[in-house]
């Protein structure tokens, strides 16, 4: 994974605001409806969106090898490309506004290492 993309994903995930080269994240707060998120850009188009409704994604018309890049960086997103058709986590995606389902990855990230704590014997 580039750099960039992990310091995008980072600061998105985060809630921080981020600008490197053609890839923006920024931040948003409603105080009055005590709500929050982040969004990232790529070339300017919306491509992921984090709020108390979820993590959704999308290529946004642009199905590239950099924006694939970018979403593969966010938890639980596994984008492949077969000849002309893309798959999000196994199964055919037309690039469209999707949710994705993070607390199963956060869930995942910790069985890991709670498993890699156990095999090694390590005290957290």
């Known amino acids: 994974m580039k750099r960039i993309t ?3 994903i ?3 995930m985060n809630g ?3 600008k490197r080269g053609n890839t923006e994240v920024y931040t948003w707060a409603d105080s009055t409806l005590n709500m929050k998120g982040s969004v990232l ?3 300017g188009h919306t491509i992921a969106t984090l709020d108390a409704d979820g993590l ?3 290529l946004a018309g642009w199905a590239s090898k950099t924006t694939k890049e970018r ?3 966010l938890p639980n997103v596994h984008i492949v490309q077969k000849n002309t058709e893309w798959f999000l986590n196994g199964e055919l995606w037309d690039g469209s506004l999707i ?3 993070v607390d199963k990855a956060r869930k995942n990230q910790s ?3 709670e498993e890699a704590r156990k095999k090694f014997n390590v005290e957290w």
Do not use: M
Request: aromatic share 12%.
């Open 6 to 8: 992990e310091d995008a």
């Open 10 to 12: 980072s600061a998105f």
């Open 16 to 18: 921080d605001d981020f």
């Open 41 to 43: 850009l790529l070339h």
């Open 56 to 58: 959704f994604i999308t």
């Open 71 to 73: 979403l593969n960086g």
């Open 99 to 101: 949710k994705v389902d």
């Open 111 to 113: 069985a890991q290492a």
